[in-house]
């Protein structure tokens, strides 16, 4: 083993760090992909934003707020009339209140959520 016996293992190292790096990229590219699809599943509005508040809420709210929205570990959400107007439903589901944490939705699910509620307030 005279001469230079480390080429061959240089050589593996370069091969693999090459690898790596195109690789990162080809990562890179897939996130933004997956970013540019987030982006356009946000939809403009609800055909219908009372039936679509309803399966949000569903989802989103009556872990907290009871499988009917009439109170569990957060108060009841069928009387808001009168209490909150629809701004004021949509700046608590997106910021949060009290010991409410801010849900996440998008102003087009919040706006719905918040008709369906003012919708079944009695
Ligand atoms: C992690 C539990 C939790 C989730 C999830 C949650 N809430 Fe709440 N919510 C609360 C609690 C607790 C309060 C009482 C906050 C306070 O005043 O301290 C509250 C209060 C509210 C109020 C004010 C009620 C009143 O009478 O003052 C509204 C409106 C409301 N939530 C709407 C929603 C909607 C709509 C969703 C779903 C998009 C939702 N919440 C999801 C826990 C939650």
């Not at 039936?51 to 009841?76: F, M, Q, R, T």
């Amino acid at each position: 083993m005279k001469g230079r016996p480390l080429v061959p293992f240089a050589i593996t190292a370069i091969i693999g760090i090459l690898l790596m790096i195109s690789l990162s990229f080809v990562g890179l590219d897939q996130r933004a992909e997956m970013n540019a699809d987030e982006t356009e599943e946000v939809p403009e509005e609800h055909e219908d934003p009372i039936a679509a508040g309803e399966e949000i809420a569903g989802k989103s709210c009556i872990g907290c707020h009871g499988g009917d929205l009439g109170g569990a570990s957060g108060p009841a959400l069928t009387a808001l009339e009168g209490k909150y107007d629809h701004d004021e439903i949509v700046g608590i589901i997106q910021n949060g209140q009290g010991a409410m944490p801010a849900t996440g939705l998008n102003d087009v699910d919040a706006d719905a959520v918040a008709q369906y509620l003012l919708s079944i307030s009695e």
